[in-house]
């Protein structure tokens, strides 16, 4: 089956603690992106990859930090420069060509910092 | 910058009631629209999405929404509501990075 997946469902981190949120696609789609998703204020970029080695930060992407290594892949490092972690983490992904790039979106990580 | 409003945060109606999700947006370039659904526990999904065209868009499970230039409003619609539609629903636009998503309304369904 096609689909976006990341890894893991739950995590736990203490204060002060790196911790990288995985994701993963076998749609062959160009584009990835992280988004945060809290309670009242929908979902919030926080960063973007159009293409194998390069990426952008989006709205909120103190604390973060990105690597698109493969097509497939683009892991999320929450970083304890980040001051309000404890979120709702989903990846989503696009074809870029034609311009109708809808979205597809994985199950999500739910961070808890203890 | 886009941005994106919904008017509505939290929605309770009784099954067959019909509804109306409000939904604004602010965009100066060529305006992509997108409903998208999380039911509890599950992935955020597309609901219908618009394009160009015809302004009023059919999506899936019988919602549809209309897009209104003038008024820059895409609001959502179902003439009758199931007890399976509560959820949370989002409205976004398509900028020049990436979707730009309004807050979301949480809508409940009474049986």
């Known amino acids: 089956d096609g689909g976006i997946t990341q890894s893991p469902k739950y995590l736990f981190r203490k204060e002060g603690q790196n911790v990288t949120l995985s994701c993963e696609q076998n749609l062959n789609h160009d584009a990835m992106y992280w988004y945060r998703q809290d309670p009242g204020q929908g979902l919030r970029l926080i960063y973007y990859?159009?293409?194998?080695?390069?990426?952008q930060k989006g709205d909120i992407a103190e604390g973060y930090s990105v690597s698109r290594e493969k097509k497939e892949s683009f892991p999320l490092t929450v970083t304890s420069a980040q001051k309000n972690p404890t979120a709702f983490y989903l990846c989503?992904?696009?074809?870029?060509?034609?311009?109708?790039?809808?979205?597809?979106f994985g199950p999500g990580t739910r961070l808890t910092v203890l | 910058a886009q941005s994106v409003s919904q008017h509505n945060h939290h929605v309770i109606l009784s099954e067959a009631a019909s509804l109306e999700l409000g939904c604004n947006y602010s965009y100066g370039g060529t305006v992509n629209l997108f409903w998208y659904v999380q039911y509890p526990g599950q992935h955020l999904q597309l609901l219908l999405k618009?394009?160009?065209?015809?302004?009023l868009v059919k999506g899936i499970k019988g919602f549809e929404a209309e897009f209104i230039k003038s008024k820059f409003s895409f609001n959502l619609r179902k003439p009758s509501v199931q007890w399976s539609d509560t959820a949370e629903y989002f409205c976004?636009?398509?900028?020049?990075?990436?979707?730009?998503f309004g807050s979301g309304t949480r809508l409940q369904v009474q049986p």
């Open positions: 976004a636009v398509k900028g020049r990075r990436a979707l730009t």
């Open positions: 989503a992904s696009s074809y870029l060509a034609g311009g109708y790039n809808e979205q597809f």
């Open positions: 618009y394009f160009s065209g015809d302004p």
């Open positions: 990859s159009q293409i194998v080695n390069d990426f």
